[in-house]
């Protein structure tokens, strides 16, 4: 098994944290229901929202992810979309929230 992943979130966002990692949870299904599809913009879009959020929410690493799905997105570039979508199910999976 993998190591977790450590995200210290501020206190004040405890009460939010477990439904923001639920929607990203299904984000994943929908990632990989545009990808089936090659529905690249809304795959764009997705990791574009993702993009904005993981950062205000104590998990940078979410942040990336999105802005690599939305640079993959705009590329129309499949191999990579699916590289990134097992990296954030990892993410997601291994995560472990520390508030602080």
């Given amino acids: 098994m993998k190591d977790p992943i450590i995200a210290r979130c501020s206190k004040d966002l405890e009460p939010i944290i477990p439904r923001y990692l639920a929607r990203r949870r299904e984000e994943i299904a929908s990632l990989r229901a545009g990808l089936d599809a090659g529905d690249y913009q809304a795959l764009r879009i997705i990791g574009h929202s993702l993009k904005g959020s993981g950062g205000g929410y104590g998990m940078p690493a979410l942040s ?23 990296e954030h199910a990892d993410y997601v999976e291994r995560l472990q929230v520390v508030f602080v």
């Fill in 64 to 86: 990336d992810i999105g802005a690599r799905i939305e640079k993959a997105a705009i590329a129309a570039d499949a191999a990579a979309i699916e590289s990134l979508l097992a």
